[in-house]
């Protein structure tokens, strides 16, 4: 079973800086999801302190990539075929956290669903869905 430290590690080790960069955390890993949190900081911060929605899609592609690795019991890299972000309303606060989930793995491709909420609010600010293409 993957743990919380081994996610963080295939993260820190194998994303691109620029994603590095919004100090995205695994607090919660199992088999049925994964939890990645992120500070809310001005550098992704938009006009009135609310979070950019290239930040908000960025973290919930990252969150369900390692929700992938989770579910597979392995990190590994995949490919991301499809991401679709629907923005609910505007997101502030102190962080942002991603509860990504595997919908349905097969032996080639991923369906994943992310729900992103701005805390302490709790409240939902985004959904995302995902394909993976698994490495053949």
Known sequence: MITNADAQAFLDQNFAAWV???????????????????????????????????????????????????????????????????????????????EAEIIRAGRSMIFARCTLSALPAAKPIAHATATFALPG
Do not use: K, N, W
């Not at 550098?43 to 969150?63: E, F, K, N, P, Y």
């Not at 992938?68 to 102190?94: C, I, K, N, W, Y």
């Open 20 to 98: 590095l960069a919004l100090s995205p955390r695994v607090t919660a890993c199992s088999t049925s999801g994964l939890t990645l949190d992120i500070p809310i900081t001005d550098d992704i911060a938009r006009v009135g302190g609310i979070v950019s929605g290239q930040a908000l899609a960025t973290l919930a592609d990252t969150a369900m990539v390692l929700a992938a690795g989770a579910h597979l019991g392995r990190m590994m890299p995949v490919a991301t075929v499809t991401l679709d972000t629907q923005f609910l309303r505007p997101g502030s606060g102190e962080s942002v956290r991603a």
